[in-house]
């Protein structure tokens, strides 16, 4: 097992890519709502549109360090994607659950 040394580019668009695909489901729920209700704040989409994306950069830059450990074996590899996919949904969902709470959450 060898553990490279941290590519700044690819951790930071790795990054990039996780802010962007949380962004754009946490948009598509929060469009969805056709009349908030009146118990809500105004400006109550603001917290959503900012913790789950910063979830979503987190979980990109988990998928990229453990995406580092170089195995040569297929069924490692293999388990390796598998986890980066898990570990990624899993901080969309803790995102969208935090950012949502009160609101579309309750």
Known sequence: MKIEF???KYLVSMM???YIIALTFVGFIILS???PKPEWNEYWFVRPLIITP???AFGGACCYLINTFS?????AKLLRILLSILVFVYFIWIGTILGLDGTLWN
Not at 71 to 75: L, P, V
């Open 6 to 8: 941290i590519n700044k």
């Open 16 to 18: 990039a890519l996780g």
């Open 33 to 35: 709502v056709d009349q």
């Open 54 to 56: 910063i979830a979503g």
């Open 71 to 75: 195995i040569q074996n297929s069924f």
